[in-house]
T-cell receptor, first 114, second 116 residues
C-alpha cells in the first residue's frame, strides 16, 4: 500500500521568498504523484503531476516539483511567494495512471507574510 | 476544461433528515466518481468510488446504508446522507475522472454540511 507524508503541517514564508513544501511517499510500484492546492471552503485544484518522463515537472502559478526516486520525494517549490499562494497544499500518490486510487498526504498550510 | 460542480455548496439540516448532494462533470464524461470527506484542518478521506451504472465501492468503515451513492449517468453522481446526525457535519468533496491513461481526478468545490 502506498502512503504520503508531508513534513510540516504549517509553513510560513515572507512574500517574495522561496516556497518549499515537502512530500515523501512510499509505494511498492512506480508512483504517480500529484500536488493539489485548496483555498478556504473550496475544492482541490491540480497544480501539477508526475506520471512518467521528465522528473522536473512545471505546474500552474509558477510552481514546480521534482520527482527523486532515490529519496522517494516529490517536493513542491516556487521561487518567489505571493500573498495569493496562501492556502492548503496536498500531495497525493497513485499507483495507476488512470486517475484512480489516490492517497492524500495530511496537507501543509502555507502562510505568506507581507 | 475538466470542470466539476457540486450542489448545494452549503446546507443546514435538522437531525434525522436526509440530504442529497449532487456532483456533475460539466464538460467531460466521468467513468469514475469519488466521494471524499474532509474534517477541519485534516486531509481528504475517501468514502467511496462509483462507476457509472454500478454499485459504489465503499471504503472500510463507511456505512453504505447511511451514505447512499448513485452514479446514474456519466456526468452525475449523488451522495445522500440519510438520517443525518450532528457527527455527519463535514465538508464533502466529490471528484471525477475521465478514466483514460494519464488522467487525473478533477475536484468539485465541495459541500459544507451542518446538521443541527
Amino acid at each position: 500500500a502506498q502512503s504520503v507524508t508531508q513534513l510540516g503541517s504549517h509553513v510560513s514564508v515572507s512574500e517574495g521568498a522561496l516556497v518549499l513544501l515537502r512530500c515523501n511517499y512510499s509505494s511498492s510500484v512506480p508512483p504517480y504523484l500529484f500536488w493539489y492546492v485548496q483555498y478556504p471552503n473550496q475544492g482541490l485544484q491540480l497544480l501539477l503531476k508526475y506520471t512518467t518522463g521528465a522528473t522536473l515537472v512545471k505546474g500552474i502559478n509558477g510552481f514546480e516539483a521534482e520527482f527523486k526516486k532515490s529519496e522517494t520525494s516529490f517536493h513542491l517549490t516556487k521561487p518567489s511567494a505571493h500573498m495569493s499562494d496562501a492556502a492548503e497544499y496536498f500531495c497525493a500518490v497513485s499507483v495507476d495512471n488512470y486517475g484512480q486510487n489516490f492517497v492524500f498526504g495530511p496537507g501543509t498550510r502555507l502562510s505568506v507574510l507581507p | 476544461g475538466a470542470v466539476v460542480s457540486q450542489h448545494p455548496s452549503r446546507v443546514i439540516c435538522k437531525s434525522g433528515t436526509s440530504v442529497k448532494i449532487e456532483c456533475r462533470s460539466l464538460d467531460f464524461q466521468a467513468t469514475t466518481m469519488f466521494w471524499y470527506r474532509q474534517f477541519p484542518k485534516q486531509s481528504l478521506m475517501l468514502m467511496a468510488t462509483s462507476n457509472e451504472g454500478s454499485k459504489a465501492t465503499y471504503e472500510q468503515g463507511v456505512e453504505k446504508d447511511k451514505f447512499l451513492i448513485n452514479h446514474a449517468s456519466l456526468t452525475l453522481s449523488t451522495l445522500t446522507v440519510t438520517s443525518a446526525h450532528p457527527e455527519d457535519s463535514s465538508f464533502y468533496i466529490c471528484s471525477a475522472s475521465p478514466g483514460g491513461l494519464g488522467e487525473t481526478q478533477y475536484f468539485g468545490p465541495g459541500t459544507r454540511l451542518l446538521v443541527l
